[in-house]
């Protein structure tokens, strides 16, 4: 087998945090929300599906969604419980807004979903007199909506989830709710709160108030390419010799581009020509192959990065020195404990990284030679790409266990690298 290159331009699905916002905002919005570029992965058709159960119609035209907005008060019951599958962002951000609808859902969710910690929700959401029940803080989840009230909180942990759960739920309560954030995660929801109800919210550096009884109006929402897709062919990019790719209309909002400040710090060769447009900042971004330097990724790093650890502990390999990531406990609680996974399954294909209880310490420069070739997944999306994108690297056929877990964030994964791929 010989090692192929990368080459040519690439256009990565639709973003998936901001997929799922615009169905629950348009949702509970009056009249109708478009969303063009939306993600059509097995995450994002979890929230449609849920909103569809819950009386709202939707439209599908390929990556085009027409929502029929019935207002905050408009959900009805679902007669089913709602099958968050394994959607972290789905359940969360569900659980806060159905605590204040005053009817009764049931959440549930996959093996790995069902592991996944909800008392993070739970605790702030009982604050604000929600009722909701799951054993242990695990799903299944029954929430008895209530009439709730505002609360101040203070994050205890730098969670876009968690703070989006509290903000869909203090758009329903009483009065004011006031959210202080440890660390800045990423913004989609207050940005796309303010579009759809500038009176709503307010943002004061660590500080989101918000202002519940103004309505959402629909909005027309264009999803940039997601920026933790992009981030495999990045790193594909970066790693593989002799290779030069595109990736056209990534979403570079600053809460989320971490991986770019990373490469930079790497000097990895890295073109960014800006793309001057409204609403979430895009770029095309274009990487060559070239000498790394290696990186260190601190826990304020994180929340800007936070889902692109496992492909960057993979870029850390190519790089002349010891990388290292601490802060990142969080990874532990993902759809696999991610810091475990990429220390096994990359250390299969040859890759020197000692796993901390925070972190990973990566060292890299020695090229990657498969001592293992039956690669595990764990089931989870990040994980099955970071060791698709490994497998370049090898002169060996490899196996990835449960690779269609793919279809969760990027379901065209494999077929969008092989259009890159010259022999
Ligand atoms: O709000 C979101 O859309 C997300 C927030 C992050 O999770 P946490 O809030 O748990 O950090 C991230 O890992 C996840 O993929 C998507
Ligand atoms: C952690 C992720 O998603 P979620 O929390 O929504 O399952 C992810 O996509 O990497």
Redesign the pocket.
Known sequence: MTIPTLQGTIQVPGD?SISHRAIIFGAIAEGKTTVSNFLRSN?CLATLQAFRQMGVHIEEEGKHLIIDGVGMQGLKESQEPLNMQ????STRLLAGLLAGQLFDSQLLGDASLSKRPMGRVITPLSQMNGRMMATDGHLPMVINGEVLHGIHYRLPIASA?VKSAIILAALTAQSDTTIEEPLPSRDHSEKMLKLFSPESIDKKNHLITIHPGHPLTGQQIEVPADI?SAAFFLVAAAIVPGSEVTIERVGLNPTRDGIIRVLQEMGADLTIEGIDQPGEPMANLTVKAGPLKPFHIKEADIPALV?EIPVLALLATAADGVSTISGAQELRV??SDRLTAIRSELGKLGAAIEEKPDGLIITGGRPLQVQNAALDSFGD??IAMTLQVASLLVDQTVTIKDADCMAV?YPTFTSDLHTLIKE
């Open positions: 998936k995450d394994n959607s972290g962002t989830q933790s889902d993902k759809e999306h990040r964030s």
